[in-house]
């Protein structure tokens, strides 16, 4: 099982650029998330999707877009990337019942740095 | 809005010895869940052990084991026969049982585990 694949490992952006991180996950899984994790605060969750069409905000959106077209994909995107984003990122996921079905399955993570 | 709270940001442990993490969360909820990750230098994070509220029993994992005290909002996990392997940043998570759609990570302890 390949669980859940993050792409690229590592990306260096200029400010103002855009980019998508790639998040992909083959375990059927309706729900996923993205967090980010910044040195002496923990993961904070950027975006989640409780199923395919269905988006919504986590702890800290702004600067980021995401979308849900199938159960499989979570893309993360930064319109035009600023400083304060450089972080390493992580997409995370996990079944959904009636309520979520735990733990939370991770990616292993994507180091962005913005200059 | 819950909270997670890790009052010990670095420690440190002999090999072999015991070491017990802090973890204190705020909620009003009656039913939940909580998680214990642990991140190695290779940044994947992986799930150590987690309780479900409604549980009195405290959970165990091999070496690892929690002290789930419901009333005081307190999950702390001990390491037993701690081994190099175990060097490794620790994060305490909260889920909510009902209608939870978001996990709260605290800021994390960087456990070293000394030869």
């Known amino acids: 099982n390949a669980g859940v694949t993050q792409t690229p490992k590592f990306q260096v952006l200029k400010t103002g650029q855009s980019m998508t991180l790639q998040c992909a996950q083959d375990?059927?899984?309706?729900?996923m998330s993205w967090y980010r994790q910044d040195p002496g605060m923990g993961l904070r969750l950027i975006h989640y999707s409780v199923g395919a069409g269905i988006t919504d905000q986590g702890e800290v959106p702004n600067g980021y877009n995401v979308s849900r077209s199938t159960t499989e994909d979570f893309p993360l995107r930064l319109l035009s990337a600023a400083p304060s984003q450089t972080s390493v990122y992580f997409c995370?996921?996990?079944?959904?019942?009636?309520?979520?079905?735990?733990?939370?399955?991770f990616g292993n993570g994507t180091r962005l740095t913005v200059t | 809005a819950q909270t997670v709270t890790q009052s010990q940001p670095e420690m440190s442990v002999q090999e072999a010895e015991t070491v017990t993490l802090s973890c204190t969360y705020d909620?009003?909820?009656?039913?939940?869940?909580l998680f214990w990750y642990k991140q190695p230098p290779s940044r994947q994070m992986i799930l150590v052990i987690r309780?479900?509220?409604?549980?009195?029993q405290n959970a165990t994992e091999n070496r690892f084991s929690v002290n789930f005290q419901k009333a005081a909002k307190s999950f702390s996990l001990k390491i037993s026969d701690s081994q190099l392997g175990d060097t490794a940043m620790y994060f305490c998570?909260?889920?909510?049982?009902?209608?939870?759609?978001?996990?709260?990570f605290g800021t994390g302890t960087s456990l070293t585990v000394i030869p």
């Open positions: 995370a996921s996990t079944q959904m019942g009636r309520v979520l079905l735990a733990p939370l399955h």
């Open positions: 375990m059927n899984h309706e729900y």
């Open positions: 998570a909260f889920m909510k049982h009902e209608g939870g759609n978001q996990f709260y």
């Open positions: 309780q479900e509220a409604y549980k009195q």
């Open positions: 909620t009003s909820e009656n039913n939940y869940y």
